[in-house]
């Protein structure tokens, strides 16, 4: 059984371009979270796709976008890249209990290194 | 005051010894609590999950929860070397179950043996 998987694992841009992020969630989840992690730093919330809608969303600007599929799987898009953007970006799944979210598991993550 | 606090370490704790992680919130309406384990260049794995007063134990790791002094704690026996990791406390701070966790920092714990 898969796990959250992510893609690409690492990647080098320069400001002011445009990245996308994937992730495909863990068999059985529908719901997918975006995190990002500065280092030393711990996961900040990005925002969270549910049912291909954005449900809730974290302080981050507009440059932060996401889309999800129909099989779950989910983007992150971040336009205008700017150093500060350099993090670990992580996807997280679970899947609706009643009205509460299971706890999430999390992908291997992708690197971004802004230049 | 932060929403969720840590000590953010490092702790060194001998090789057999208990370690204690500790984390303090501020969303007195938070219902569920959580402890992943970050190894360096890893993504946080899920531990232990408390969602009431007291104490819950899952082998040698124990999670205790104090809503009143809105106060969560990792207990660690018999620490092993593979336990050296960060421990990321993590609390749901909004009205919608588990969606948009708040992390601690993170405590860096070394078990020396």
């Known amino acids: 059984d898969a796990g959250v998987t992510q893609s690409p694992t690492h990647l080098i841009k320069t400001r002011g371009q445009q990245v996308t992020l994937r992730c495909s969630p863990k068999?059985?989840?529908?719901?997918v979270s975006w995190y990002q992690q500065a280092l030393g730093q711990g996961p900040q919330f990005i925002f969270q796709y549910y049912e291909e809608e954005e449900r809730q969303r974290g302080n981050f600007p507009d440059r932060f976008s996401g889309h999800q599929f129909p099989n779950y799987s989910s983007e992150l898009n971040v336009n205008a890249l700017l150093l500060g953007d350099s993090a670990l970006y992580l996807c997280?799944?679970?899947?609706?209990?009643?009205?509460?979210?299971?706890?999430?598991?999390f992908g291997n993550g992708t690197r971004l290194t802004v230049t | 005051q932060k929403e969720v606090e840590q000590n953010s370490g490092p702790l060194s704790v001998p090789e057999g010894a208990i370690a204690s992680l500790n984390c303090t919130y501020s969303?007195?309406?938070?219902?569920?609590f959580f402890w992943y384990r970050q190894y360096s260049g890893k993504s946080p794995e899920l531990i232990m999950s408390i969602y009431s007063n007291g104490d819950k134990e899952d082998g040698r790791f124990t999670a205790q929860l104090n809503k009143a002094s809105q106060y969560v704690s990792l207990l660690i026996r018999d620490s092993q070397p593979s336990d050296s990791a960060t421990y990321l406390c993590?609390?749901?701070?909004?009205?919608?179950?588990?969606?948009?966790?708040?992390f601690g920092t993170g405590t860096r714990l070394t078990i020396i043996p």
């Open positions: 997280a799944s679970s899947f609706y209990v009643g009205t509460a979210n299971s706890p999430l598991h």
């Open positions: 068999s059985g989840h529908d719901t």
């Open positions: 993590a609390v749901p701070l909004s009205n919608f179950g588990n969606e948009k966790l708040t």
């Open positions: 969303d007195r309406v938070s219902q569920s």
